[in-house]
């Protein structure tokens, strides 16, 4: 059974440019979060995705957003890249559910801006 | 708001020593789950534990035990007999239920080293 997949793992982009993180989920699991990993920092919450939709939103500027598809795999895209937006991305795919609550965590896409 | 603080940045240790991690978070809920997850250098967040705010039994399994204190706001989380595979960033999270959507807080982290 796959665990959640991130595509790719690794990404140079120079400022002001735009990328696409992409992210399949573990199966059987339908909604998918996203989150910013800096260096030597936890991880920060920046949206989460149900039926397609956004349901939540982090502190995050517009500049980042994202996308379900039907099969519940995701992208999450920033635009307009900063330096300071060099860090891990890390997806997590859950069923829905307050009880059922488990985040099943990628191993993340390390974006390097320049 | 809700806040989670692991104080200690980086821990080393030789094998086979115990380590306790500390975890101390701040929430005006009465609902919540505390979480710990391990990260190795590969990247991915490994789930290790989930305790909800109403069971505060402390938890063993296997190297790892957890303790669980409201009176405290703690969730400490002790390894046995360390060994160099445990050597990873272990995180603290805590999730609560906001207008019917989870609001997940991570910690700073705790680097752990295990010296052989």
């Known amino acids: 059974d796959a665990g959640v997949t991130q595509s790719p793992t690794h990404l140079i982009k120079t400022r002001g440019q735009q990328v696409t993180l992409r992210c399949s989920p573990k199966?059987?699991?339908?909604?998918v979060s996203w989150y910013q990993q800096a260096l030597g920092q936890g991880p920060q919450f920046i949206f989460q995705y149900y039926e397609e939709e956004e349901r939540q939103r982090g502190n995050f500027p517009d500049r980042f957003s994202g996308h379900q598809f039907p099969n519940y795999s995701s992208e999450l895209n920033v635009n307009a890249l900063l330096l300071g937006d060099s860090a891990l991305y890390l997806c997590?795919?859950?069923?829905?559910?307050?009880?059922?609550?488990?985040?099943?965590f990628g191993s993340g896409t390390r974006l390097t801006v320049v | 708001a809700q806040k989670v603080t692991q104080a200690q940045t980086e821990i080393s240790v030789v094998e086979k020593e115990d380590v306790t991690l500390d975890c101390v978070y701040e929430?005006?809920?009465?609902?919540?789950?505390l979480f710990w997850y391990k990260q190795p250098p590969s990247g991915e967040l490994v789930f290790l534990i989930r305790r909800n705010s109403f069971d505060e039994q402390n938890e063993i399994s296997g190297r790892y035990s957890w303790n669980f204190q409201k009176s405290t706001s703690s969730f400490n989380f002790t390894i046995t007999a360390s060994q160099v595979v445990d050597s990873a960033v272990y995180f603290c999270?805590?999730?609560?239920?906001?207008?019917?959507?989870?609001?997940?807080?991570f910690g700073t982290g705790t680097k752990l080293q295990v010296i052989p």
């Open positions: 929430t005006r809920d009465t609902t919540y789950y």
């Open positions: 999270a805590l999730v609560m239920n906001s207008g019917g959507y989870q609001k997940v807080t």
């Open positions: 199966s059987g699991h339908d909604t």
């Open positions: 997590a795919s859950s069923p829905i559910g307050w009880e059922s609550y488990g985040y099943t």
